[in-house]
Nanobody, 122 residues
Framework: QVQLVESGGGLVQPGGSLRLSCAVS????????MGWYRQAPGKQRELVAH?????????YYSDSVKGRFSISRDNAKKTVYLQMNSLKPEDTAVYYC??????????????WGQGTQVTVSS
């Protein structure tokens, strides 16, 4: 059974940066698309970014993070990253790593991590 373990969350001031990591157990990491979702209190879960398999040639970003966040993958380490720059208070949420599939440009998650809290506050 696959396990996705996020790390790197925490408290950061507005304008700061964080890098989230997600280590994935099991084999065949490279054949799966990977993505990050987030959920803020009282809000629906939102797809933040996803990256295609195997080489990450295609990436998607929500409008709310485009130009500030960057998703990448390291197949040798079975890890996906989310570099978050110029953080805003509205980025405060629990961030979830996902593994899934991609059809065209649409991403379908099928495995989820437990989430890591990101809080942006002064």
């Amino acid at each position: 059974q696959v396990q996705l373990v996020e790390s790197g969350g925490g408290l950061v001031q507005p304008g700061g940066s964080l890098r989230l990591s997600c280590a994935v157990s099991g084999s065949a990491f490279s054949i799966y698309a990977m993505g990050w979702y987030r959920q803020a209190p009282g809000k629906q879960r939102e797809l933040v970014a996803h990256v295609s398999a195997p080489r990450g040639d295609f990436t998607y970003y929500s409008d709310s993070v485009k130009g500030r966040f960057s998703i990448s993958r390291d197949n040798a380490k079975k890890t996906v990253y989310l570099q978050m720059n110029s953080l805003k208070p509205e980025d405060t949420a629990v961030y979830y790593c996902t593994r899934g599939s991609q059809s065209g440009t649409t991403y379908y998650p099928n495995s989820w991590g437990q989430g890591t809290q990101v809080t942006v506050s002064s």
